[in-house]
């Protein structure tokens, strides 16, 4: 098999995500939600999907791709045989007002560099994930697109009949695109767009001027948590799995699936790496999010939940190619249905630190106790109750050993939490199923082989028990967990260091890629174990996994080493966080060299 890579940088500003391919083309933007339908899909679909490309006119050119340091800005780069050009592609966001001004605009700047350059623009939104073609209407200076379900309208100092008829023309100074969705530019095109460039870049440096990172691998773990903060959908504070749906898990596989919802599981995981680098705000506007799905939702929270409504879509499938031809294309999520018992100690873990961390002192209140107390409540009642568990086996329910963890989890939280606000009820009840979640853990113990099981009753194995260790309820230390840990490697882990999710046959056959954070789960067990030469050799092994800007996607396949599954995936990249945070706490740097 031939190796893959996602060839596209992410932009966005917290209010939407595009993906821009090293030929300047949005493959994917979903406006005017993560969640909307594309109106840039040429990634799924390259007839349907629409187009907005800044290309050179000749065929022959090379092109590469680059954010500005510490940014989400980025730039692609030609080298044409008639001269050289960049794009300069970015979502204005920074601080106006005292607010975060993050419009639902999209920003392309065309600059020259050497000799006169001949170039393409082609702009065809699309609606209803490309079954509605907009009429493109000719303004003064603008393209309005009518039809969709808001104005969308591109101002720009280039010839409007170059863009609709897309033909080419010269490159003799700095042009400039502003792409808007409802609200239309109206201000100097030339000055607004410089001023936002400006303004943008120095916000996203102060960001991480203010990301407290170790050592080890600075770079890396920039580039993870700039990304990481595209996913957040600031309006509701709700965080995305990933940008995309339906990118194949492996080829063939039909394992596409829409990730641009909020699960609590990566949202846990993505918090926590987020806090871990001092954006506690973040954890601020979920918490806020928190209160309002559990305020709506009856006993139960749901294992997913949509960004901003009450309601998720039904799962179906769009009448569209497929990312390479891989179908279906599915929109909505039939997990969202499922029963995943581990969201109630994701729920009490991350509203832990409102209760402990000095940084966030005084922002607890009754409605955070209740659900503290209701999350607690779900966990007793759900403590014997099957469930389809993290990997979301459609057809399957078992008793997984992984949401014996969270209730494990979110009971010492519990236990945290009253001692705090001094409720001894509530530590009592706590502490109470602290040990009954713990009897739940030891009856997936596997004594012959030494090594604790998926489920109970079930032999299977699967890479979410490294979490036994990463979590503190192994002694990292230990023979049981040196033991433990031997039999996952010899069972799940590449020669080169990746790791399967689990090997056995699920509803969809036996998986062929390998799964990235599981990768990075093994990396931060090595480093709890002492074994930090081993964890560092395979911490930069995975790290090749990226595509040429650092991103990251869900899968790698094992012989080739293709990136697939949706792109950019959060959980990897929060893998990749604490796994280098785990190696960081461990390595002695000297202090002052």
Known sequence: MQKHKYNYGIIGNCAYIALVDTNANIGFMCWPRFDSSFIFGGLLDEEKGGRFSISPATANYSSTQQYLPNTNILETTFHCEDGTFKVVDFAPRFFQYERAYKPLMLLRKVVPIEGRPRIRVCCRPVGAYGSRQPNPVMGSSHIRYEGLDAQVRLTTNVSLNHI???????????????????????????TTAESFLVKTRKYWHLWVQNTSTERFRQESVIRSALTLKLHQYQDTGAIIAATTTSLPESPGSTRNWDYRFCWFRDAHYTLKALNDLSHFNILKDYARFIENVVLSEDRRYHPLVPIASHTIPEEQILDLDG??????????????????????GQVMVTLLPFFTDQRLLGKTGKDLEEIAWHSLEMIENTMEEPDNGLWEFRGTSQLHSYTFLFHWAGSLAGKKIASVIGDKKMG???SKLVKESAAMIERCYDAERGVYTQAVGNPNLDASLLQLINMGYLNPRSAKAKRHMKVLEDELKTPSGLFYRYKHA???????STF????FWYVEALARMNRLDEAVKTFDMLVTHGNHLGLFSEDVHEESG???????????????????????????YPIYF
């Open 562 to 588: 293709s990136q697939w599954g949706n792109f950019p995936q959060t959980y990897s990249h929060v893998g990749l966080i604490n796994a280098a945070f785990a190696i960081s706490r461990k390595q002695d």
């Open 428 to 430: 009592r009840y706590a």
């Open 164 to 190: 609709l008829e897309e033909e080419p023309f010269a490159l003799s100074q700095t042009q400039h695109f502003i792409l808007t969705w409802g609200v239309p530019l109206e201000a100097a095109l030339e």
């Open 506 to 512: 699920d509803d969809f056959g036996v998986p062929e």
């Open 323 to 344: 990312y390479l031809g891989e179908k279906p294309v599915r929109i909505g999520n039939q997990a969202h249905e499922h029963i995943q018992n581990d969201v109630y």
């Open 516 to 519: 990235l954070i599981c990768a």
